[in-house]
Nanobody, 121 residues
Framework: QVQLVESGGGLVQAGGSLRLSCTAS????????MAWFRQAPGKEREFVAA????????TYADSVKGRFTISRNNAKTMVYLQMNNLKVEDTALYYC??????????????WGQGTQITVSS
């Protein structure tokens, strides 16, 4: 079983930056594809970014491309989401996901509880 715990959320002004962290338990973490999703109030959960375990390939939602960067540290079993030039529309509950296929349509086996990001104008 794998547990994912997000941290790093908070309140930030538009144009600012934040880095989310996701700490994973489990000895096979390095072989997991990892991703970030988000859900804004009244909206469905949407894909943000994913990172493939075997070659480090990444993919992003068009809405965050060029502003967000997903990365990982296998030694620390952590995944990060660096968010720059934040916009009010980035306000959402951000989830870390892992253990599934790669990409925005993949089904991920493990999910964190989420961390709130609020971007003020």
């Amino acid at each position: 079983q794998v547990q994912l715990v997000e941290s790093g959320g908070g309140l930030v002004q538009a144009g600012g930056s934040l880095r989310l962290s996701c700490t994973a338990s489990g000895r096979t973490f390095s072989r997991y594809n990892m991703a970030w999703f988000r859900q804004a109030p009244g909206k469905e959960r949407e894909f943000v970014a994913a990172l493939r375990w075997n070659d480090g390939s990444t993919t992003y939602a068009d809405s965050v491309k060029g502003r967000f960067t997903i990365s990982r540290n296998n030694a620390k079993t952590m995944v990060y989401l660096q968010m720059n030039n934040l916009k009010v529309e980035d306000t959402a509950l951000y989830y870390c996901a892992g253990g599934g296929d790669f990409g925005p349509s993949a089904r991920y086996n493990y999910w964190g509880q989420g961390t709130q990001i609020t971007v003020s104008s």
